[in-house]
T-cell receptor, first 112, second 117 residues
Framework: AQSVTQPDIHITVSEGASLELRCNYS??????LFWYVQSPGQGLQLLLK??????LVQGIKGFEAEFKRSQSSFNLRKPSVHWSDAAEYFC??????????FGQGTELSVKP | GAGVSQSPRYKVAKRGQDVALRCDPI?????LFWYQQALGQGPEFLTY????????KSGLPSDRFFAERPEGSVSTLKIQRTQQEDSAVYLC???????????????FGPGTRLTVT
C-alpha cells in the first residue's frame, strides 16, 4: 500500500540554523512527491514538488528537497531557518488516481 | 487571481445535525478534491471530482457523507447526522489536472473547521 512516513513529529531548531525534515515513501511506480506547509488556521501551501528529472528541487522560501530513489526518501532542507518558518510541514505522494497521500506531519518550532 | 475559497470557515454542530460545507475552486480547474484533517494528523482523502463526475469516493468514511459538484464548479460536502468523530478540518483542493496534462499541483483552500458537540 502507498504510504508516507515522517519520522519526526516535532523538531526545534535555533533561528539561523540549518534544517532537514525527513520523509520516506512507499510507492510502486515513479512517485510524484510534494512538500506542503501549513500555518495555524491556514490551508496548505505548496513549497516544492518533484515529478521527474533533476533529483534536487528548489522551492519557495529558500527550501529545497532531494529525491533519493534508493532510500525512498524526499527530505526537505533549508540552510538557515527564520522565525517565520515555524509551522507544520507535510510530505505527500500522489497516487495514480491523482489523490495525495500525506504523512502525519512535522511540527517545526524555531527558537530565537 | 482568486484562490480556492471555502465556507463557512468554522461550523459548530450539535450531534445529529446535518451540515453542508462549500468549496469554490479556482476558475477553470477541472479537478476537485476533498480531504479530512483530524487534529494532529495529515489530511486524508475523501473524494475526487473531474468536472461534475465523482470519479472516486473511496475515502468517504460512511454513507452519512455525500459530496456533489453538479455544474462542474462549486462543490458541497454534506454530512448527515453528525457525530463527534466527524470533528475535523475539511480541506478542499482544486487542480488543472486532467487526463493527459502535465500539471498535477493541487491548490488548497483554508478549510472548514467542524466541531460537533
Amino acid at each position: 500500500a502507498q504510504s508516507v512516513t515522517q519520522p519526526d513529529i516535532h523538531i526545534t531548531v535555533s533561528e539561523g540554523a540549518s534544517l532537514e525534515l525527513r520523509c520516506n515513501y512507499s510507492y510502486g511506480a515513479t512517485p510524484y512527491l510534494f512538500w506542503y506547509v501549513q500555518s495555524p488556521g491556514q490551508g496548505l501551501q505548496l513549497l516544492l514538488k518533484y515529478f521527474s528529472g533533476d533529483t534536487l528541487v528548489q522551492g519557495i522560501k529558500g527550501f529545497e528537497a532531494e529525491f533519493k530513489r534508493s532510500q525512498s526518501s524526499f527530505n526537505l532542507r533549508k540552510p538557515s531557518v527564520h522565525w517565520s518558518d515555524a509551522a507544520e510541514y507535510f510530505c505527500a505522494v500522489e497516487n495514480q488516481g491523482g489523490k495525495l497521500i500525506f504523512g502525519q506531519g512535522t511540527e517545526l518550532s524555531v527558537k530565537p | 487571481g482568486a484562490g480556492v475559497s471555502q465556507s463557512p470557515r468554522y461550523k459548530v454542530a450539535k450531534r445529529g445535525q446535518d451540515v453542508a460545507l462549500r468549496c469554490d475552486p479556482i476558475s477553470g480547474h477541472v479537478s476537485l478534491f476533498w480531504y479530512q484533517q483530524a487534529l494532529g494528523q495529515g489530511p486524508e482523502f475523501l473524494t475526487y471530482f473531474q468536472n461534475e463526475a465523482q470519479l472516486d469516493k473511496s475515502g468517504l468514511p460512511s454513507d452519512r457523507f455525500f459530496a456533489e459538484r453538479p455544474e462542474g464548479s462549486v462543490s458541497t460536502l454534506k454530512i448527515q447526522r453528525t457525530q463527534q468523530e466527524d470533528s475535523a478540518v475539511y480541506l478542499c483542493a482544486s487542480s488543472s489536472r486532467d487526463w493527459g496534462t502535465v500539471s498535477r499541483e493541487q491548490y488548497f483552500g483554508p478549510g472548514t473547521r467542524l466541531t460537533v458537540t
